[in-house]
């Protein structure tokens, strides 16, 4: 039950687009279509912005976009606004019924 | 409107035990998986157990199994997490959370907090 990897930090301009990783391995991300996102604001709770790799749930913004290659699933943030700035944490299922984590990306908005 | 409420949080010495609450509503409680996921102070989260709609699953993190015990009461839309022999580092801010399912959460409690400190 070893956590999924993330950088610990990203940043970008308003307007621009960031790329966040989150790296498991094949008894995770990469054996399971159920990567999940998650934004979380200081002193909130976590908030679902991706699930099933890359699907939307209603009321997230399509500036928010997943995909996955191998081990390693991506979370993109198109023109980047100023409450986008957050911690990003990446989840997925792993073998033998458990749920991962990855340890948070903090994303700041230059 | 969908919501979660945590309660039972609070300060216990190592070893003793917590009865943490989750009371749902505003969607079907009874066919829906639940989740515990807590998150230590300045940390990131953390799975710490599941249990399946009708509650003939649990599954739980190592670290964890063994002492603590996730339960659920349908007729009162309820979820439960029974923490026993309690260490530091179960310290943390410990949320509930609704299956989408398609193992993602996708209902977040406000978290009630648990402190393990002599």
């Known amino acids: 039950q070893s956590a999924l990897t993330q950088p610990p930090s990203a940043s970008g301009s308003p307007g621009q687009s960031v790329t966040i990783s989150c790296t498991g391995s094949?008894?995770?991300?990469?054996?399971?279509?159920?990567v999940s996102w998650y934004q979380q604001h200081p002193g909130k709770a976590p908030k679902l912005m991706i699930y099933?790799?890359?699907k939307r749930p209603s009321g997230v913004p399509d500036r928010f976009s997943g995909s996955k290659s191998g081990n390693t699933a991506s979370l993109t943030v198109s023109g980047l606004q100023a409450e986008d700035e957050a911690t990003y944490y990446c989840?997925?299922?792993?073998?033998?019924?458990?749920?991962?984590f990855g340890g948070g990306t903090k994303l700041t908005v230059l | 409107h969908v919501q979660l409420v945590e309660t039972g949080g609070g300060v216990v010495q190592p070893g003793g035990s917590l009865r943490l609450s989750c009371a749902a509503s505003?969607?079907?409680?009874?066919?829906?998986?639940m989740l515990w996921v807590r998150q230590a102070p300045g940390k990131g989260l953390e799975w710490v157990a599941f249990?399946?709609?009708?509650?003939?699953?649990?599954f739980y993190v190592d670290s964890v199994r063994g002492r603590f015990t996730i339960s659920r009461d349908n007729s009162n839309h309820t979820l439960y997490l029974q923490m026993n022999s309690l260490r530091a580092e179960d310290t943390a801010l410990y949320y509930c959370?609704?299956?989408?399912?398609?193992?993602?959460?996708?209902?977040w409690g406000q978290g009630t907090t648990v402190i393990v400190s002599s």
């Open positions: 099933d790799v890359s």
């Open positions: 959370a609704k299956d989408l399912p398609h193992y993602a959460m996708d209902v």
């Open positions: 505003g969607f079907t409680f009874r066919t829906s998986g």
């Open positions: 989840s997925s299922y792993a073998s033998s019924n458990n749920w991962v």
């Open positions: 094949s008894s995770d991300v990469g054996g399971y279509d159920y």
């Open positions: 249990i399946r709609h009708d509650g003939r699953e649990k």
